[in-house]
């Protein structure tokens, strides 16, 4: 009995502080429950102040929106040098087109990946730190698909989108897959002197190829007339073949079987340089003289 | 004994009871755990899900950014009839100026507050539903601040900021505040009758304000050459007196110790109404000739 009561004596000692343990954990359990469900809370809260010392409170751009760096009329004038790598052109989306720096060929940017078209007639992947000086892109997910049978060149493929655009004001990414009997593109070699001539002086030292009989991809957009100066007005394409090794700015085409994937972008998201060539740099223009009387009040 | 053993037979089995209850409760809280933590993860991934399907894994844009809603161009010929919420155009920034709907006065956004300042000389806060045509807003957080002792004129102010502004290239957001012993304002009354006329040719039916002696603040922009046609190039301000009862487009000026703040802004982002008026509107313009022979890889 004396072992017998020593063991009773002892049992609860160990169920209680089992029980203690037990009650121990759970309050532990508890605790830290709270701390997760507090700490989720504070970093909401936390969030919360960060975006608004940040700014970030605000809705940003209705979405698809195309993201555009450089201006259209600064880079044809010689503005040739690149300033925005490619992997940070990629973080506003998948599919667009540019220039790559010193307008080393063509830029095609699809399903997340760019592309460099040069002079030499290679395609190869651009290398994320290449920086352009000029580019557009947005995030493709095409919200219409039309299919084309047979277009004989590249003015009745134009005529023939822009009448079926729902919104001559809007922007719109394309994506035009088919079988190129005719694909005849170009592209630029690297510019190596400054200060760099205008690109309209420079076409004698485009270089062009002939894609004939490839399946490929024109990758592009259509640009209302508003944005005339700050990107290319009307439709712009380049080429990429499926296979991926040859593409450039497209000039010239005749295609069987096109499908035409459309995506509507929602709004317009420019970002310049900040160098000092971009800074000096003189836009022609300025306002009309309707706007300058409505500005002044009056004559 | 046989009382005592009941006891000592009855007390364990409570005891275990309480334990498995304890364990049960305890286990319990580690199934609730769990599952919260499930639940985090599970909403992160369908969140991660949802903005992709929304495309919004993208940067967006650097901050401050301008957001602009219309075209200049297009506004001024008679697209006058609002779209955009001032509530909407205000989750884009605090700090703005723009056009009511039917350009009934003038807009002007400063500490988050929408002010419209009418045709009768009255200044009122802008009801949230109110639409616009066209205006711009941004976050504005001074990140320069200028002082100058005395200002003849509007011409005298514009010349001494744009000397001052380091890049003419820029887009830049100012708060002129000070004593203004002449300020000479203006603002449109409500259109009534479409089509409307161009805002050119409705000059006539502008009301002029003589603020002179007010203490208050121009707020406004500077917008560089390639925004021409979009926005209105140059430097563009409307008043708001300190007691917020006074404003519109400031037209005339003599001012003492301005204080000048400035946000330089980094990036641009612009919507458009998709009403058909808009839709059907013919921007002048379009690629230039060089532009055209580049496009088109020669002439």
């Known amino acids: 009995m004396e072992t017998s009561l020593s063991k009773q004596n002892i049992a609860p000692k160990v169920t209680l502080m089992r ?12 605790q830290a429950v709270d701390l997760f469900a507090q700490s989720v809370v504070n970093n909401k809260i936390t ?4 975006l608004n010392r940040n700014n970030g409170i605000e809705r940003g751009p209705a979405k698809p929106y195309l993201f555009q760096y450089g201006i259209a009329n600064a880079f044809i004038e010689g503005l040739y040098e690149g300033h925005l790598s490619i992997d940070e052109l990629k973080k506003h989306g998948d599919f667009g087109i540019g220039a790559p720096n010193l307008i080393d060929g063509e830029l095609t940017i699809v399903d997340g990946i760019a592309y460099q078209s040069n002079a030499k007639g290679q395609t190869i992947e651009a290398p994320g730190q290449i920086k352009t000086p000029f580019a557009f892109v947005t995030t493709f997910k095409a919200d219409t698909t039309l299919l084309l049978a047979n277009v004989q060149n590249i003015d009745e493929l134009f005529t023939r989108i822009e009448s079926l655009l729902p919104n001559r004001n809007g922007i719109y990414a394309l994506r035009i897959g088919g079988l190129f009997s005719k694909m005849r593109t170009r592209a630029f070699p690297a510019m190596v002197q400054k200060p760099y001539r205008p690109l309209a002086k420079l076409l004698d030292q485009q270089q062009f190829f002939e894609l004939n009989g490839m399946d490929g991809a024109m990758i592009g957009f259509y640009m209302p007339g508003y944005l005339s100066g700050i990107n290319i007005t009307g439709l712009h ?7 991926r090794t040859a593409g450039g700015h497209v000039v010239a085409l005749t295609a069987q079987n096109l499908t035409i994937e459309i ?20 836009f022609i223009g300025g306002n009309s003289s309707g706007l300058q009387k409505i500005e002044k009040g009056g004559n």
Do not use: Y
């Open 47 to 50: 969030k919360i102040e960060t």
């Open 263 to 282: 995506t509507e972008v929602k709004s317009f998201l420019l970002e310049t340089s900040e160098t000092a060539d971009f800074q000096k740099f003189q």
């Open 237 to 243: 394409f380049h080429f990429l073949s499926t296979d």
């Open 19 to 30: 029980n203690r343990l037990v009650v121990c954990i759970c309050l532990m359990l508890l």
